[in-house]
């Protein structure tokens, strides 16, 4: 018989029913205020009844299982004791059997050789009776033919980015050398080689890599040799050579400017009002403007 010592709920079985238990081992916990509490077996026996299980409240001196006792007699023995081990088959040798020796006839083996002999001795006779010819066939040694691929031409990097400044390396109609223009697009083709659409103002052109520079080429832009007041020269200036149907001499004043990456190109009105694009090297300081330009001019319009 399992009592219980102490007051508390069931929380486990260590052992199942029919187990062989001995004296002290823990065959249950019970968990009490105190904390967990083993149930061990008061004796060595059997587990053969667990009157409570797992979870159940159990108060002191519950019966909470049995356990028969075993005598000395009845002490568990191991299962392999209990069967019988199983009779080992009896092995049947089987008679071996002679191997039967092949009867080796001893005259159809004359016979054998005799009629090679012959098949060879016939052989000879004819090697000498009819000729043999032989052609020697020249040997003509067959080089492979390796086919190389036709792979497509390496198309170059280009060398200006698209939207980068470049300049012109040559005249290209009404533009000189040194007109700045922007990269638009770029391409190539096997007769111009790497190709670029630029934008000059308002026109684009497509050029050949040859023919364009890049803006570094060009040399800082120069100071205008006339001085500015309110957006007009202080004094007239003069043309130093015939320009559309003006001739040298005629006074001009300045109304606008740019470097174009070789020289200024400059805006002028005459005095009859007409507007003309002349550059900075066709026009002079008339030789009776004042020497200070900060003085009103007598002299124009």
Known sequence: ?????????????????????????????????????????????????????????VEVGTVIGWIDALTD??????????????????????????????VV??????????????????????AFIVPVRSEIMPI????????????????????????????LREPLGE???????IIQTSGYSLEDGTWYEVKFGEEVARLPETRLDPIS?????????????????????????PVADFPAGT???IGSGYFDGVEWQLQVTTENGVSLNVRDSQLIVPPDAPEDPAVTPTLGF
Do not use: H
């Open 140 to 167: 003509v040694a067959t080089v492979p033919v390796i086919v190389t691929p036709t792979l497509p031409p390496l198309v170059p990097t280009p060398r200006y980015r698209l939207q980068e400044r470049v300049v």
């Open 1 to 57: 018989m399992i009592t219980a010592e102490v007051s508390g709920k069931l929380l486990c079985w260590w052992q199942d029913v029919g187990a062989l238990v001995e004296r002290g081992a823990v065959l249950a916990d019970i968990e009490t205020d105190a904390g967990r509490i083993p149930i061990c077996a008061p004796a060595d026996g059997r587990l053969t009844e667990i009157m409570l299980l797992p979870g159940d409240a």
């Open 105 to 126: 006839r001893l005259a159809s083996r004359w016979w054998m050789i005799f009629g090679l002999l012959l098949a060879m001795a016939a052989g000879a006779a004819l």
């Open 175 to 181: 533009l000189q050398w040194g007109t700045q223009g």
């Open 251 to 253: 006074r001009v004043l």
């Open 217 to 241: 080429i060009l040399a800082p832009t120069p100071t205008m040799r006339y001085e500015l007041q309110d957006g007009n020269w202080a004094y007239p200036l003069m043309l130093r050579e």
């Open 73 to 102: 007699m009845e002490a568990p023995q191991p299962l392999s004791a209990l069967i019988d081990p199983p009779a080992a088959p009896e092995r049947k040798l089987k008679p071996r059997r002679k191997k039967a020796r092949p």
